[in-house]
């Protein structure tokens, strides 16, 4: 049916039947993980366990411990199997095969050894593209490459603008929803501003610099560069900042262009005669050398900042301004230099919701003093974590829930936001014991609520419409309730919630005359 999705099992996974005829699919998987096991075995530890994820894809033996050494440092990148890994490969192969039919005078002079070499190295990039499981960055990336050795093929200069806003388009055409992603525009960020800065450093007299000391120059323009273009998309997407990152990348990238992927090939060439010991071992030594410097970089204190999330319009902003630089020539590029100052202005000026909820009822958070305090320290742990992140503060969830801003009495939960009561009830019984509201202005519960009460009741009957709520205070003091139904809108995949609802505001006005009306019931009451 084409459907995927992602979960978790507590059970291992059961064969139901082997298959008759295995497809292409299931053959190359087989190969990908025989190749992923032959080089863990081979190599053991984690450096196995780092070469098997860039020559097939396969991470599932990397430790927590070295994978959050990657991420602090910045090299995370270099797991993935991306525009890095598929151009240095491609590109090894190409000068490789380009310089080794320049040795031959007669095929040099007589047949086209840079088309040939273009040629060679598609193929090779298709076979990788292949064998690594073919993920969605990969053949974005097979793609962006195969669009710059086109040119070649067509006697065009390959490494230009023009390549590639093509390949961007190729791949929006194919993936429209990769342009919101993180590996689409952290992609075409890095590429367009070293295609836009070695444009500009062709253009300068560079002759007087030391022959040894352009192409160290090169290797640490390249990661500075690459390094700040995608520095605002990685801090908006995944709320961090590695502040060693450039460090780590300088003194680790050339390595795995130079050593480790040429290694790679040399591997899986000798590898029909019993000889892949050899590249290998080569592998070994450059891989070893860069989780060294993870280690080494994500040890040092404040390796790793946050940042907190930004409204949904500074990137479209910051992007355009930053294209609006790079494509407009004079004095009119300063309107995007502008533009992206304006962008990172706002982003200073996100705020976050006051209350969030989730969408199963069973949990809530309230932006205090310390940060967002939580109504419990266990469940629903991956929304909790993606609010901590937002906040640009990821703390344990316990800690969080220790935090002040809420009150806690058996399983009902209080908070007060600028005059507002909110009450959360978890649980049948302790709903059924609750009178009314009990002063609250707005009650939610994880359970369906029969009982007409008098205040906004967001019970897990309309959270299976609404989706989890933010609530914001209003400049007189209103109360904005949205929802992720209304962010989301209508699709496909939604249509069983329901109508889209609109924007929830509780005006001061209306608690008054609750209040009031509550008041009044109650002197009624008593009389």
């Not at 050894?113 to 190295?121: N, Y």
């Not at 060693?244 to 029909?272: D, K, Q, W």
């Not at 059924?432 to 609520?449: E, F, H, P, T």
Request: aromatic share 8%.
């Amino acid at each position: 049916m084409q459907l995927g999705a992602v979960g978790y099992t507590r059970t291992p996974v059961l064969r139901l039947s082997v298959p008759d005829s295995p497809d292409i699919g299931t053959r190359i998987f087989g190969w990908r993980m025989s190749l992923s096991q032959a080089v863990q075995t081979a190599m053991p530890g984690e450096t196995g366990a780092f070469a098997a994820a860039i020559m097939t894809g396969d991470r599932s033996a990397m430790g927590q411990e070295t994978l959050t050494d990657l991420r602090t440092s910045n090299l995370a990148h270099l797991l993935a199997i991306s525009g890095l890994h598929m151009g240095l490969l491609t590109g090894f192969i190409f000068a490789f095969v380009r310089y080794g039919l320049a040795l031959i005078p007669g095929v040099a002079l007589r047949w086209p050894t840079k088309k040939i070499a273009a040629v060679c190295a598609m193929i090779v990039g298709a076979f990788y593209l292949a064998l690594s499981g073919g993920s969605v960055s990969t053949e974005r990336a097979y793609i962006m490459v195969a669009v710059m050795f086109v040119a070649i093929l067509l006697g065009r200069r390959a490494l230009t603008l023009r390549a590639v806003a093509m390949a961007a388009i190729i791949v929006l055409l194919w993936q429209p929803e990769a342009l919101i992603g993180p590996g689409f525009q952290m992609s075409f960020a890095a590429t367009t501003a070293l295609v836009v800065a070695f444009g500009a450093l062709r253009r300068m007299n560079l002759s007087g610099l030391p022959r040894w000391l352009r192409p160290v120059l090169s290797v640490v323009l390249s990661s500075f560069i690459a390094g700040l273009a995608t520095a605002p998309f990685a801090a908006a997407h995944f709320n961090q900042i590695a502040h060693y990152g450039l460090i780590a990348n300088v003194v680790s990238v050339p390595l795995m262009g130079v050593l480790v992927m040429p290694a790679a090939v040399l591997a899986v060439c000798l590898a029909p005669f019993g000889l892949w010991g050899i590249g290998l071992w080569l592998m070994e030594i450059g891989l070893r050398w860069i989780l060294f410097v993870a280690a080494t970089v994500s040890a040092r204190d404040g390796a790793l900042g946050h940042v907190w999330a930004p409204d949904w319009y500074v990137l479209p902003i910051l992007s355009l301004g930053l294209l609006w630089f790079v494509l407009v020539a004079g004095r009119g590029r300063l309107v995007g230099a502008i533009a992206a100052v304006c962008a990172f202005g706002l982003w200073q000026q996100t705020q976050r919701p006051e209350v969030l909820v989730a969408d199963s009822g069973a949990l809530m958070g309230v932006l205090g003093e310390q940060g967002r305090a939580l109504s419990k320290a266990r469940g629903s742990g991956f929304v909790a974590g993606i609010w901590l992140e937002n906040d640009g503060a990821p703390v344990a969830q316990d800690q969080a829930a220790s935090r002040e801003g809420l009150r806690t009495e058996g399983r009902v939960t209080e908070a007060t936001v600028g005059g507002w009561r909110v009450l959360q009830v978890s649980g049948k019984t302790a709903l059924a014991d609750l009178a009314g509201c009990d002063g609250a202005d707005i009650l939610i519960s994880n359970q369906v609520d029969d009982i007409e009460r008098p205040c906004a009741v967001y019970d897990l009957a309309r959270l299976r419409n609404t989706g989890a709520l933010a609530f914001n205070l209003a400049a007189n003091g209103d109360l904005v309730i949205d929802t992720a139904h209304h962010w989301s809108g209508q699709r496909p995949w939604n249509m069983r919630q329901g109508d889209v609802p609109a924007i929830h505001r509780m005006s001061v006005e209306q608690q008054k005359r609750a209040a009031d009306a509550t008041l009044f019931s109650a002197n009624r009451r008593d009389q």
